[in-house]
């Protein structure tokens, strides 16, 4: 596995590439959102692990140009911010998964264990439905060749819903797809997703795509 790690700080960065190496993973370790980036653009990798105060350029503001650029590589975040709203803001830039300081090597490992084999499993670049195109290497989303402009979040439903097609996704499962955590309970920040989804596929023509099953949950297909 090759894996990029983007840390300014010498003791951290030097005990991960290490850490990695040790582990029979092919480590690069730059200093700084410029050498990542340049990095990114040029080579590539397995696994993106960044820190989110780097010199410059923040982890979150790197790892936006970067999905920008159509890099869909899957990116753990590392920091010392924990509140909620710090972890929502970094699942929404992109990252795929959200690691805390201090932490064990081994979490870590074990995280981009999961990580990597959740990509594995992502539909394939280019995925139809109906007349719902998503190109998961540009990450663009167009229906009936009308462009749409979704959040980040909105495309991470979108692709689970484009991975188990036809089929009932719960909102347990769309949970844990977005926030990494075993959702027990009920949230309306979910529906908020949902609803501007929804809206944005149908402004763009044609019948509704995603489908309430009543008492299950949802399911993406073609009338």
Not at 13 to 39: I, M, N, P, Y
Not at 102 to 117: G, S, T, W
Not at 125 to 139: E, F, I, S, W
């Amino acid at each position: 596995m090759r894996v990029l790690v983007v840390e300014d700080d010498p003791v951290i960065g030097t005990s991960l590439h290490k850490g990695f190496v040790e582990a029979g993973h092919d480590c690069a370790w730059v200093k700084s959102a410029e050498q990542a980036r340049a990095q990114v653009l040029s080579q590539q990798f397995d696994v993106l692990v960044l820190d989110q105060l780097l010199p410059g350029q923040t982890g979150l503001e790197l790892l936006r140009d970067v999905r920008a650029q159509g890099i869909a590589t899957p990116a753990i975040l590392l920091t010392a911010l924990d509140s909620i709203e710090d972890r929502v803001a970094g699942l929404n830039a992109g990252a795929d998964d959200y690691v805390v300081k201090p932490f064990a090597l081994v979490e870590l490992l074990a995280r981009i264990e999961a990580v990597c084999r959740r990509f594995s499993q992502r539909p394939a670049l280019a995925t139809t439905v109906g007349d719902l195109t998503l190109d998961l290497a540009t990450r663009r989303v167009q229906r009936g060749g009308c462009e749409i402009e979704l959040t980040p979040t909105e495309f991470s439903i979108l692709e689970l819903f484009l991975r188990f097609a036809g089929q009932v996704v719960t909102r347990k499962m769309l949970c844990e797809h977005l926030w990494e955590f075993d959702w027990e309970g009920t949230t309306n920040v979910l529906d908020v997703h949902m609803n501007r989804l929804r809206r944005k596929l149908e402004r763009a023509g044609g019948e509704p795509l995603i489908h309430t099953i009543r008492g299950r949950g949802y399911a993406l297909r073609a009338v």
